[in-house]
């Protein structure tokens, strides 16, 4: 296998020089701003056309990760070569989140195979609830073939991501690539680093990820409540208080949701995942050591589990951990690459929902808030 990260910006173009990579690529992954993922004439574009046999996939993001550099605006990307892997990738549209297990339902049966190892989902951003498309995932795909990945990002706008396969990049598409062969290898590690505080609410009405009260009150109006001066941010704001969600009144610990958007009409909540109505969330806070920390065991359970030969990680971490780091951002990614150690080849980017199986007994899960590592490789 050969892997190389790249990245490119508008002062300095390429990193590296593309003529000097590997010809026989199998995957590109390129992860950068809505507006140079669609040009024609733009650097994604570039790399396509010089990796034509390669399979090509895309999306926006909330921050570019090129090995121990966050950037913004530009591109990144991945350059795959593999031995004796297969690459395939499948596309599929949502109008909207009623759509999302359909869409993640129609990724796994389209990348069904005997030999299939391990998916890759890239998701639009705002039109899915995350929830779903994991839960149709899980549906479609068999029970020992885990998906990793995230959905598109569009920095704190929340207005427009795109997703791509090949030429077709847009808003509303999900891309599966799928990973075949015995010598293929991914292992994968999500932590998060955010403290719960305040109360206990219940989930007394909601549709989905559509959260509309907690204990009977509008959910906005209480969200605002506690952000104070912040709300006039929101939904920007929000992610730096999401919601921590629990199965019961007495659960100490559950799956983080985060925000993107907000209805003054309904004083309702959009998140990136379900609620389920008689579940109980409390608000969540983090500093930026903690963040870093919780970057650091993210890679310490696949660190563990090395591949043997070249390997390539992605990393998905959430926009509102990059919001909480500030100036420091850097630092998670760096605590994920000393735990891998060198020659490891890292791209990623700042998501709005990171996927990573969430137990034992679940291939893939939406998580919020967290930094989602898959290490992936070929054994030699």
């Keep these: 296998m050969i892997a190389n990260s790249l990245s490119w910006n508008a002062v300095t173009g390429w990193s590296k020089p593309i003529t000097a990579l590997p010809s026989s690529a199998s995957l590109l992954l390129?992860?950068?701003?809505?507006?140079?993922?669609?040009?024609?004439?733009g650097p994604a574009a570039e790399l396509r056309r010089h990796f034509p046999g390669a399979v090509a996939a895309a999306c926006s993001t909330a921050g570019e990760i090129c090995?121990?550099?966050v950037?913004?605006?530009?591109?990144?990307?991945?350059?795959?070569?593999?031995d004796r892997t297969r690459v395939r990738?499948?596309?599929a549209t949502v109008r909207g989140s009623s759509d999302s297990a359909q869409a993640g339902a129609?990724?796994?049966?389209g990348l069904l195979d005997p030999e299939l190892r391990h998916v890759l989902v890239l998701s639009d951003g705002l039109l899915i609830n995350g929830s779903a498309l994991t839960a149709g995932l899980r549906g479609a795909l068999p029970a020992d073939v885990a998906a990793t990945g995230g959905l598109a990002g569009?920095?704190?706008?929340?207005?427009?991501?795109?997703?791509?396969?090949?030429?077709?990049?847009?808003?509303?598409?999900?891309?599966?690539?799928?990973?075949?062969?015995?010598?293929?290898?991914?292992v994968y590690g999500s932590a998060g680093g955010w403290q719960a505080f305040g109360p206990k609410r219940r989930v007394t009405s909601a549709e989905a990820n559509i959260l509309y009260t907690l204990d009977d009150k509008p959910a906005l109006a209480?969200?605002?409540r506690y952000l104070g001066e912040l709300a006039v941010d929101l939904p920007g704001s929000g992610l730096l208080f999401p919601l921590q969600l629990l199965s019961g009144a007495a659960g100490e610990s559950g799956l983080v949701r985060t925000i993107l958007a907000v209805d003054e009409k309904s004083q309702s909540l959009t998140f990136a995942g379900d609620l389920p109505v008689g579940h109980y969330v409390r608000l969540m806070k983090a500093g930026t050591d903690a963040l870093v920390d919780g970057a650091r065991?993210?890679?310490?359970?696949?660190?563990?589990?090395?591949i043997s030969g070249m390997a390539a990680a992605i990393l998905v971490s959430c926009v509102g951990r990059k919001l909480v780091l500030g100036q420091r951002v850097e630092e998670e990614v760096e605590a994920v690459l000393h735990q891998l150690g060198a020659g490891v080849a890292a791209a990623g980017f700042y998501s709005y929902g990171e996927i990573c199986p969430g137990s034992v007994s679940n291939s893939c899960e939406l998580h919020n808030q967290t930094m989602t590592l898959t290490i992936i490789g070929e054994d030699v």
Excluded at 106 to 109: F, K, N
Excluded at 157 to 185: C, D, H, M, N, W
Excluded at 297 to 306: D, K, L
Aim: glycine share 16%.
């Design 222 to 224: 209480l969200y605002k």
């Design 154 to 186: 569009d920095g704190a706008r929340f207005q427009r991501t795109v997703v791509g396969l090949g030429e077709k990049i847009a808003a509303g598409l999900v891309v599966g690539i799928g990973f075949y062969g015995p010598s293929f290898r991914a």
């Design 297 to 306: 065991a993210a890679a310490a359970s696949p660190a563990s589990r090395s």
């Design 30 to 41: 390129c992860f950068g701003s809505a507006d140079l993922l669609t040009s024609p004439e």
């Design 106 to 109: 129609e990724i796994g049966r």
């Design 67 to 69: 090995d121990s550099t």
């Design 71 to 82: 950037s913004d605006d530009g591109l990144t990307a991945l350059v795959l070569g593999f």
């Design 89 to 91: 990738g499948v596309c």
